[in-house]
């Protein structure tokens, strides 16, 4: 087996990166780790070092790692957790459960604020309740669970008056997104792919520091910084679209090193560069946001409540949204 | 084993398309794929029915079973085969010469004209040894062959008056270099990439009717015609990335049914509805064509030679161009 050496101390290395050509000590991974956050962030005009940020955290590895690099940056930095009630399939662990567990124990271990929403306790049902009626929903929920989560999300960062959101998505996340918009040229989606969203008409800001890191960076990353967190992906994901597409992308970076990272910065160059036209432009009565809900005073695109407020009281007529 | 039968008649299936949802005898699927080729010459205005068509042919299944539909749906048609000089690698057949005997023979048959330009006769030196000094082209000649092809295609066309040059591609090549200039996001590329090249200042106009068509289903329709066409690929073609994205694209298919002609459709929707600005339109200075060859007076965007005569002059100091 070939031995990689450190190329800062050239001591023996732990990892090896072949798509950037450098391999790195546990020492120097966490200094390059760090700073490479810090130059995504500076790269593409994400937040300001005083800007009040909220983490959106799952449990998983990528948004524990990330709440652990913008602290450990100096960061005013805040969490947030949304407790989905996603029990698993059968023979299995609660998810939702377990994973509050770890996000909980990485917050009072560093003395962290954190902000914890329970769909259930909030809405009156959990997010595999809330999907059973709509005829996907059944098997899978994921439609209605990133519905649910965006809204509670921008929600939280208007209450608390945060400058900017984010999030724990890796390349491997971006680039599965942006290959499912491109096999199908998806205009809408692929002029709206950015590591950075400006707040816009009651949208709060939102980025993704990670965006540049594959899955394994970041994986290396918590084990070295020993974070604790949930292994299991949720268990709605298997079979998934983007699962499939990351198996593929994984299998072109394996013979072809760096095709990730590539396909993903020449997109936001094009990008960035005016190479694609917003097909919204051409129908400005049909951009966003037409108006608020006048339930929840989210932007909506449609007349009356938006759809976060239809799914909530359609299964809670008395209930009241919060 | 699951009989398919014929969408048509009802009798026992020869073929069944999964993206299509079609299944047909022998005698139904000429008929579809006939009426496919037109359907597909019209959708994307390739050219007139009087059209005067060059065949561009290689003596593989792809160009004689577009040039034996053409001529089969009455088109004024004659074909024109670029006797490469390529000789296969070691313990290999005659590649080139194989291939001319298949192109001679369909022509013979069929009582068809067929134009042959011997590149070796004609200027000197085989595609191999043309591309001998070049430093990559010493493993692969492909880039060589590329340019040379082209150079030669445009001649021809220009010399005998045709309305339109058309190539055999299918949608297998189609979405691979699709798929090559996406995963890169070469934008000069995915502008220009489409089924029909209108006339250009001195470039002759191209289309690719078989462009809707699997690889597998033009080779269905070979093989059904009874079409003797060289099995072997170009022995240089061996390992090259186009080659690997087909397996990749192959992958999806498989998995995913109609995801290659989605791909593609998509693309030239999007492309048509104006969602790529032309980075070229930025920079007027720079826009194709610049000038004429002095020496062929093809257009190029050099100053003095353009690329092929460079080649050929600087390989063959005394030679004529003709």
Redesign the interface.
């Known amino acids: 087996m070939t031995t990689f050496i450190c190329h800062t101390c050239r001591s023996k290395a732990v990892i090896r990166m072949r798509q950037h050509r450098l391999a790195f000590c546990k020492e120097h991974y966490l200094e390059w780790f760090t700073a490479q956050t810090e130059r995504s962030i500076q790269k593409y005009g994400m937040f300001p070092r005083t800007a009040r940020v909220l983490v959106a955290v799952s449990g998983g590895k990528d948004s524990l790692s990330l709440w652990d690099v913008l602290w450990r940056c100096g960061y005013e930095t805040e969490g947030f957790y949304i407790h989905l009630g996603i029990h698993g399939l059968e023979d299995e662990t609660d998810y939702s459960a377990q994973s509050a567990q770890y996000v909980r124990q990485f917050a009072q271990e560093r003395n962290l604020k954190l902000h914890v929403v329970d769909v259930k306790k909030e809405y009156g049902k959990s997010i595999p309740e809330l999907s059973r009626f709509s005829p996907k929903g059944k098997t899978k929920p994921c439609a209605t669970c990133g519905l649910v989560k965006r809204h509670i999300m921008n929600q939280i960062a208007l209450d608390l008056h945060n400058d900017v959101v984010v999030t724990g998505h890796n390349l491997d996340d971006e680039v599965a997104v942006l290959f499912g918009n491109?096999?199908?040229?998806?205009?809408e989606m692929l002029v709206r792919q950015s590591p950075v969203l400006a707040e816009y008409h009651g949208l709060a800001r939102k980025a993704k520091p990670f965006c540049r890191f594959t899955e394994r960076e970041v994986a290396a990353y918590a084990l070295l910084r020993q974070i604790a967190y949930i292994y299991e992906e949720c268990p709605f994901s298997r079979g998934s679209t983007t699962l499939?597409y990351k198996s593929?992308l994984n299998?072109?970076e394996d013979?072809h090193p760096g095709?990730k990272l590539?396909?993903y910065s020449?997109?936001l160059?094009?990008r960035e560069?005016?190479?694609?036209?917003s097909?919204e432009q051409d129908h400005p009565s049909q951009s966003f946001p037409a108006q608020l809900c006048p339930s929840c005073k989210q932007p909506t695109t449609r007349s009356g409540l938006c759809s976060f407020c239809s799914l909530i009281t359609s299964q809670n007529p008395r209930k009241k949204i919060p």
């Open positions: 491109t096999m199908n040229w998806q205009q499939y593929i299998q072109i013979s095709s590539r396909f020449s997109f160059k094009a560069g005016g190479f694609f036209n097909p």
